[in-house]
Each structure stands twice: as C-alpha cells, then as structure tokens.
C-alpha cells in the first residue's frame, strides 16, 4: 500500500491545533463543513477564464451555473447591483479595484497603517505604494478617524481615490462623511469591508453600499466563508463595472477558482439565514464584553472600547511588547497577534499591542462564563508575563474550554 502523504499528517495535527487553542486572531473565523465541502471538490480541475457565457474553454456549462448562484447570492445579501466574485483575496480584490480606476501616479488617500490601515492601501512595501503616491489621514486624540484630517488632506492633495475601510479599527465609521469629502474633491470613494463584512451582512454595521462607488470584502473574517475576495457596488454605473471586471480578468488574474467561488455562494446562503444574524449579533456583544474586563482590570484599549468584532490592547502602561504578549499567550493555547497601536513606537514585528478578535470563540458558542475566564486568564498571564507556573495553570483551563466546545465534532 503506498504511504499516505505526510501533508495528511499534517493537516491532521493542524485540526487538533484549532481545536486546542482559543483563537483570537480577528481576521480569522471557521467556515462549516459545506463550505470545506464545496472548496476541496473536483471544481479545482476546471478552468474558466472570462465571465458567464463568454468564457476562454469550453465545458462551462455548470460552472456558469455556479458563478451566477454566487453573484446573485452577494447581491441579496448586501443590496448590491453589482458583484464581481473571482478575486483570489481582498489583496487581489483591491488591486482590480485601483487598476480599474487610477493611472500609475495617481493619488491615493487612505488610512495610516499602524492607525489601522492595510498594507493593500498604499503602503511603500506594497505594490500599491509603489505604483500610486499615496497620503494617510490617522486617528486624532481620542483615537477616532479624524475626518478633518481626512478633509484637509482633500482638499489639498485631490486625491483620484479615498479609501475607507481598516483592519484593526474597533468603532463605526461614518461613511457618510466619507462620501461627502469624495463627492466634494471629485474622488473615487472605495470602502474595503473586509473584516466587518459578516456584521454588515447582519445589518450590524452600516452598509458601505449606500455610500461607496465601490466596496471590496475578504469573504474569510466575519463573513465566515472562505478566503477569498469580492467587489460589489450598487447603482448603474455600467462603464465602470465593465472596466472592473476586465481588470479582475484579464487584468491581474488568470482562470477564477471555482471551487472558492462555489464555497463563496454557500457562505451568502448562510449568511443570509437568521442564525447568522443571531452569530453576529454575539460577536459584538463578546467583543464588548471582554473589552470592559480589560478595561477594568487596567489595561488599556485603543479608541476605548468597541462596536465590532475586534478591539486593541495598548500594552505601553504595561511594559510588554506586542511579540511577548503573543508568544507568553501562544504557550497557554490562546492564539491572538501582535499588532501596532496609533504611533507606535516598535516595528511592526516587535509592536506595543496586540488585537483581539471575538469570530472564533462565538462560532464555537463558548459561554459567558468562559469568555470571561479565558479573559481573566489572558490578564494573569500578561499581568505575570515570565511566570511559567501561571502559563501552565492557565493553559490546563484554556484546554479544557476547548474540549467543552469543539469547533468540527469530527470523530
Ligand atoms: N491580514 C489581515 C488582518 O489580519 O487583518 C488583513 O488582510
């Protein structure tokens, strides 16, 4: 009998790894079993270059079936007119969007990174940084977005594109505001939902359709599917959907993975349902309930609390970097990352914080109780940052919550 592949092996070990560890990481979430169905079937071996009916190969009968269920699905689900589902990643999703609609040396406005930008909006170590000038707006004092900034630098810079949209942000935006100062200085508003996506679809947090001329999305965060991008937009603004699409294919990609696309359309069912909702509405109030813990056990969080699935710890006052607290909280089986606070004054390696992110422990309908223990655990360990014997303590507990609620229930 030929040995199975060592790669099975790991995947196995893989498995127990998230069913282990408590999961913070914000970005991350678990898709169900169908949607892993659909992602590891024999779609994969099908190439389809191009858009319904009018692909590159032939063979695309059922294929056109499936990308049009996505398409229709998206749309239901976020009030949109227009979907485009192939983007590999909300990477790939965001680059479309800017060769869509920009000249290399056009002028990009988005949030600062270490504020809570991403890296895709114009940062230098990121193609778009190096293709477009790019100017940042940031936080102001109370680690708000500070829409004047976002304003002055409108005005004075005439940016073709206005980004909004961030990863680790915690409060609502106002994209209202946003739209004004584009409608205003004549810019392209782009609204990069990929990570509050999920809470959108639950109508949890107002939706960027109503006020973007485009919005980009990750379908892997709070959206639960699969990683993968998308691009949606709402209104009739055919020309520009046109050179969207051409962009996305055959711009920057290749053939669409349809295998993705068809764990993307059972993601928008779901999502569409009223327990998604009902997920959601839990993620926040996680998010919110483990952000005061902290706040009463002293430690400091950025923009004061939060709205969303996510919030950041500012570990200044506590004299640890964002790597330790990673590593400490790693060997205790509780996975969230480091991340940079407004200003930081650390690499992005080293940082002064970290993120927590609510998705994974709601998903697996951790209760009130043991959020709130998994909470205080986080607290002693930081509060005791080289005491193995607290790390040792902490980790029995964590492994025991997580056998209490497993993610898959394989057996
Ligand atoms: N890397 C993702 C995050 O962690 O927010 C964004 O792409």
Known sequence: MEKQDKIFKLIKLELKRQENNINLIASESYANLNIIKAQGSILTNKYAEGYYKKRYYAGCKYIDKIEKIAINRAKKLFKADYVNVQPHSGSQANLAVFNAILKPGDTILSMKLNHGGHLTHGSKINISGKIYKTKFYNLNKKEKIDYNKVEYLSKKYKPKLIIAGFSSYSRICNWKIFKYIANLY????????????????????????????????????TLSGPRGGIILAKGDNIKLYNKINSSVFPGIQGGPLMHVIAAKAICFKEALKNKFKIYQKNIIKNSKYMAKIFIKKKFKIVSNGTDTHLFLINLNNKNITGIKAEKKL???????????????????????????????????????KYIKQITYSICEILNNINNY?????????????CKKYPIYNFN
Not at 186 to 214: E, Q, W
Not at 333 to 347: A, G, L, M, R
Not at 392 to 397: M, T
């Open 389 to 401: 014997k607290i790390i040792k303590k902490n980790k029995k507990i964590i492994k025991k919550i």
């Open 186 to 221: 004549k810019s392209h508003l782009l609204i990069d939902m990929a990570h509050i996506a999920g809470l959108v679809a639950a109508k949890l947090y107002p939706n960027p359709l109503k006020y973007a001329h485009i919005v980009t999305s990750t379908t892997h965060k």
């Open 330 to 368: 790693s060997l205790a089986n509780i996975i969230i990352n480091k991340n940079c606070i407004p200003d930081d004054n650390k690499k992005p390696f080293i940082t002064s914080g970290i993120r927590i992110g609510t998705t994974c422990i709601t998903y697996r309908k951790i209760k009130r």
